[in-house]
């Protein structure tokens, strides 16, 4: 199914940058491009900013001295700081550094446990008869990344599409193009700025003007697509979570399958499923017709 209108001859991109913080002695940085706020508890907004740091390092790991120099504290506080996360289970060293520690898992158990919509968006999927038999996910905006909350396998699982926990840059993947269409371009634009557009395939945006084309398409067709943008070969409808019209989406819902599949698919009962279970999980009341 082609879908993606005026920019199917560019691509989308990522947009992740290494996420560093700058300068946090008394501030907490902002991610790449640098914005400090005022910190109420020093100690504890570098131990944040430490934690947000080596996560986005995610598998490569970063050493104290790596870390310091991002953050730009003094080494012997840094390492400090990083000796009372290691012992309190919230940071690991391994071989190549210093990485997330299991007592996060605690942290993102308790706040999926907390949150009905993972719930929900589980239960919809079993019951909506094609997303039943496919990959689907549900995914939160944050910045210029999309972090995955849950995934559900059907019966035509995908081994190569994202888990819980990862992140992805808004640009190549349908769930951040289907919740930045919810800005307007002035806001996307602003949230993009200093974020450089890397390649996750040969399909993906490399430019802010190409990037703002699709999401006019995605406003247009009322979902977005990903063509092999993340995953050579593997492709992915989604739509936005929405409170309110005109409301900016936090949340976006998503089915991925393999290009070589969508032939035998019915792709637009497919992207009505995707619409139902986002304005489910919007609302209850909106999917049933209560």
């Known amino acids: 199914m082609k879908v993606r209108g005026s920019s199917d001859a560019g691509n989308p991109s990522d947009a992740v940058g290494a996420g560093s913080s700058a300068g946090v002695g008394g501030?907490?940085?902002?991610?790449?491009?640098?914005?400090?706020?005022?910190?109420?508890?020093?100690?504890?907004?570098?131990?944040?900013?430490?934690?947000?740091?080596?996560?986005?390092?995610?598998?490569?790991?970063?050493?104290?001295?790596?870390v310091a120099r991002e953050l730009?504290?003094?080494?012997?506080?840094?390492?400090?700081?990083?000796?009372?996360?290691?012992?309190?289970?919230?940071?690991?060293r391994n071989e190549v550094g210093l990485v997330l520690g299991r007592k996060t898992?605690?942290?993102?158990?308790?706040?999926?446990?907390?949150n009905d919509q993972v719930g929900q968006f589980y239960r919809q999927c079993r019951r909506l008869p094609l997303i039943a038999r496919e990959a689907a996910k549900l995914a939160l905006l944050d910045g210029a990344d999309v972090l995955f909350l849950a995934r559900y396998d059907g019966t035509n699982p995908i081994r190569l599409t994202a888990h819980v926990g990862d992140r992805f840059p808004v640009t190549a993947t349908a769930t951040g193009k289907a919740m930045m269409a919810t800005l307007s371009p002035e806001v996307v634009a602003d949230r993009l700025r200093d974020r450089p557009f890397s390649a996750l395939t040969g399909r993906s945006i490399l430019t802010l003007e190409a990037y703002l084309e699709e999401?006019?398409?995605?406003?247009?067709?009322?979902?977005?697509?990903?063509?092999?943008?993340?995953?050579?070969?593997?492709?992915?409808?989604?739509?936005?979570?929405?409170?309110?019209?005109?409301?900016?989406?936090?949340?976006?819902?998503?089915v991925t399958l393999l290009k070589v599949r969508e032939a035998e698919v019915d792709t637009a009962q497919?992207?009505?499923?995707?619409?139902?279970?986002?304005?489910?999980?919007?609302?209850?009341?909106?999917?049933?017709?209560h």
């Not at 005022?38 to 598998?59: C, F, N, Q, T, Y």
């Not at 605690?106 to 999926?112: I, T």
């Not at 489910?280 to 017709?289: E, V």
């Open 270 to 289: 497919l992207v009505s499923e995707v619409k139902e279970l986002a304005r489910f999980l919007s609302n209850p009341l909106h999917a049933t017709g």
């Open 72 to 92: 730009g504290l003094a080494k012997s506080s840094t390492g400090n700081l990083c000796a009372e996360l290691e012992a309190a289970g919230l940071l690991e």
């Open 215 to 254: 999401l006019e398409s995605v406003r247009e067709r009322g979902f977005a697509y990903d063509d092999e943008e993340v995953t050579p070969g593997v492709v992915c409808y989604a739509a936005a979570v929405q409170d309110g019209l005109g409301v900016p989406a936090r949340l976006a819902v998503s």
């Open 105 to 114: 898992l605690d942290w993102a158990g308790g706040y999926l446990a907390s």
């Open 27 to 66: 501030s907490v940085g902002a991610g790449a491009a640098g914005i400090s706020a005022p910190a109420i508890v020093p100690a504890v907004a570098r131990a944040v900013a430490i934690m947000d740091l080596v996560s986005r390092a995610g598998a490569r790991g970063l050493n104290v001295a790596d």
